[in-house]
């Protein structure tokens, strides 16, 4: 089993930054691939990035592709999401995610869910 609680959402004007973490519980959290997904009103949960447990590989979506840049800690159990240049239609709900295969982007294969934190990025 794995919990996921993820923080650092808030408010932010459009070209601002946040780091958003997620932090798991769990003695496993190095086996399982990490990733990241949002949910903006009335659509569906789209896939972010995600990077394996060695954090050898790493992938992300097209539309955040050389903004946005996630790590992870092992020793603290802890995933990020560097949020650089943000823009408005970046606003959403963003959800942690743990899964023991790396490389699937449809939510519905990730095992584990953290709440989410908002995003907001003001115009």
């Known amino acids: 089993q794995v919990q996921l609680v993820e923080s650092g959402g808030g408010l932010v004007p459009a070209g601002g930054s946040l780091r958003l973490s997620c932090a798991a519980s769990?003695?496993?959290?190095?086996?399982?691939?990490m990733g990241w997904f949002r949910q903006a009103p009335g659509k569906e949960r789209e896939f972010v990035s995600a990077?394996?447990?060695?954090?050898?590989?790493?992938s992300y979506a097209d539309s955040v592709k050389g903004r946005f840049t996630i790590s992870r800690d092992n020793a603290k159990n802890t995933v990020y999401l560097q949020m650089n240049s943000l823009k408005p239609e970046d606003s959403a709900v963003y959800y942690c995610a743990a899964d023991r295969n790396y490389g699937n982007r449809d939510a519905l294969a990730w095992d584990y869910w953290g709440q989410g934190t908002q995003v907001t990025v003001s115009s």
């Open positions: 990077i394996s447990w060695t954090s050898g590989a790493i």
């Open positions: 769990g003695r496993t959290f190095s086996r399982y691939a």
